[in-house]
């Protein structure tokens, strides 16, 4: 099966600017995940989605980070206005119930804010 | 407060010595444990995981891991460190019943000639 698809891999954009990611989990995964890993640091929770409706937001920075997941498929995280600090990969993740709990990380986007 | 706990943030040792990472979790229940190494630049990959039954569990790469239930924790081990092992090292838990998934902060392994 494919594995959980993420673009652009890389992302080098200006403090003040704006920058989208997006995640297409594996086919049937109703559940999916944002994290973000800052260099040096462990993946920490942004946002989990069960199919479209989000179930725990609680660590992400809403002044500036939202994200979506319209149709329960795939979803898109946008940072407005993008910080230094933001600097970091954006790792996305799914998992299923009937996956055998094993969750699915993607390769990430690596994201550079200069 | 429920969390996974990585103690040593750096380990260094020599190639052929033997090796433990500790993780210790504090959650209500057994949770799910996963232990998961990222070389530099590259994504995560999963070297085990425990969800019940057998409390030493084998995975990828030669390494394995205990489950101490007494003692919260599952350590990651390894008879023999290669050079290649060198890496980042994170120990991961998910609620047993639930969805989440939490990572720790990661140990850093430096290997030795």
């Known amino acids: 099966e494919a594995g959980v698809a993420q673009s652009p891999r890389y992302k080098i954009i200006e403090k003040r600017q704006s920058v989208a990611f997006w995640c297409n989990p594996i086919?049937?995964?109703?559940?999916l995940y944002w994290y973000q890993q800052i260099l040096g640091q462990g993946p920490k929770l942004l946002i989990q989605?069960?199919?479209?409706?989000?179930?725990?937001d609680s660590q992400l920075p809403k002044d500036r980070f939202s994200a979506e997941r319209l149709k329960g498929v795939d979803s898109t995280l946008k940072i407005q206005p993008a910080k230094l600090e933001d600097s970091a990969v954006y790792l996305c993740?799914?998992?299923?119930?009937?996956?055998?709990?094993?969750?699915?990380f993607g390769p990430g986007t690596r994201l550079t804010v200069l | 407060a429920q969390s996974v706990t990585q103690p040593d943030i750096h380990i260094t040792v020599s190639e052929g010595a033997s090796l433990e990472l500790r993780c210790n979790y504090s959650?209500?229940?057994?949770?799910?444990l996963f232990w998961y190494v990222q070389s530099p630049g590259q994504g995560l990959q999963l070297l085990l995981k425990?969800?019940?039954?057998?409390?030493l569990v084998q995975g990828i790469k030669g390494f394995e891991a205990e489950f101490k239930r007494s003692q919260s924790s599952f350590n990651l081990r390894k008879p023999s460190v290669h050079w290649s092992d060198a890496a980042e090292y994170f120990c991961?838990?998910?609620?047993?019943?639930?969805?989440?998934?939490?990572f720790g902060t990661g140990t850093s392994l430096t290997v030795i000639p």
């Open positions: 993740a799914s998992s299923s119930r009937t996956s055998g709990r094993t969750w699915y």
């Open positions: 086919s049937g995964h109703a559940t």
């Open positions: 989605f069960q199919n479209n409706g989000v179930v725990d």
């Open positions: 959650y209500g229940a057994t949770p799910y």
């Open positions: 425990y969800f019940s039954g057998d409390t």
């Open positions: 991961a838990v998910a609620p047993a019943g639930g969805n989440q998934f939490y």
